[in-house]
């Protein structure tokens, strides 16, 4: 069983940072690709960010250059540090993983989620 645990959301305000965090349980972290996806209210799930077991990163448009992913295999655990943040970056976070991706850009690619962690961004 693979659980993830997000941590790190809260409120901030418009240009400030924030690290979110994600930990998974089990012995094969290192061979997950792993994604940050959030879902605003009345919005649909969209992808933010992935990184894959190799360390290649992907970026939506929306987040490049402000968010960056990383993953530090030793403590099973991959982070999302959110520089510049936006009203419009306002949703709740979610991590996911998956042994297997084509792109990692979709939500349908993972099979594993964590709960998600609220991100509120003012202005």
């Known amino acids: 069983q693979v659980q993830l645990v997000e941590s790190g959301g809260g409120l901030v305000q418009a240009g400030g940072s924030l690290r979110l965090s994600c930990v998974v349980s089990g012995r094969t972290f290192n061979r997950y690709a792993m994604g940050w996806f959030r879902q605003a209210p009345g919005k649909e799930r969209e992808f933010v960010a992935a990184i894959r077991w190799s360390g290649l990163t992907s970026y939506s448009d929306s987040v490049k250059g402000r968010f960056t992913i990383s993953r530090d295999n030793a403590k099973n655990t991959v982070y999302l540090q959110m520089n510049s943040l936006k009203p419009e970056d306002t949703a709740v976070y979610y991590c996911?993983?998956?042994?297997?991706?084509?792109?990692?850009?979709?939500?349908?690619?993972?099979?594993?989620w964590g709960q998600g962690t609220q991100v509120t961004v003012s202005s």
């Open positions: 996911a993983a998956d042994e297997t991706v084509l792109t990692g850009l979709s939500s349908y690619e993972y099979d594993y």
